[in-house]
C-alpha cells in the first residue's frame, strides 16, 4: 500500500453515470484547457487514470478526466511541479486526507515562489541600476556590457 498523499492515478477510470457520450482525447483537451499533447504527457506521469479505449486504440474520456486535467492545469497555473501536482492529486483523491498536508505541500511551494520573487526583485534592481548609468548614446563604452563581461568599476 502507498503512503496517503502519494499514491499514482492507476485506476481505470469509472464509467461516466450520466448520458454525455466518452470525450475523444482533442475534446477533452478543449473542455479541460490543455492540449492534446499534454494529456498524454499527463497520463504518462501517472497524473490521469488509465482510460479505456476504442477497439482501434482511441483514447476515450470522460467527466472525471476532465475534471482531473482542470485540477492538473490549475495546479500548473499556480506553478506547482509535477511532484507537488503528483502530490496534490494523491490527497485529491484521498477522502481520508489531512488539509495539513496538502497546507504543508501549498506552504512549501509559496516559501519558493517568495524566494524566486526575491531574486528576480534583486535582478531588477541591478538592471535598473545599469541601465541607469548607461548613456544609450553614440559612444562606445556600455556600463551594461563591462558589468556583463566582469569589467564593471562600480561594483
Known sequence: MTEPGTAMATRSSPPSTTTVPPLTIGQAATRSGVSARMVRHYET?????DVSRTDAGYRLYGDA??????FIK???DLGFSIDEIQQLVGLW????RSS???KRIARSHL???DRRIAELQAMRGTLAHLVHGCRG???PDCPILEDL???SHAR
Open 137 to 139: 548614446d553614440h559612444r
Open 65 to 70: 478526466d476532465v475534471h482531473s486535467l482542470r
Open 74 to 76: 490549475r495546479a500548473r
Open 111 to 113: 516559501d519558493d515562489l
Open 93 to 96: 483523491h484521498d477522502r481520508s
Open 45 to 49: 506521469l501517472g497524473l490521469l487514470p
Open 149 to 151: 563581461a566582469g569589467t
Open 100 to 102: 495539513a498536508d496538502v
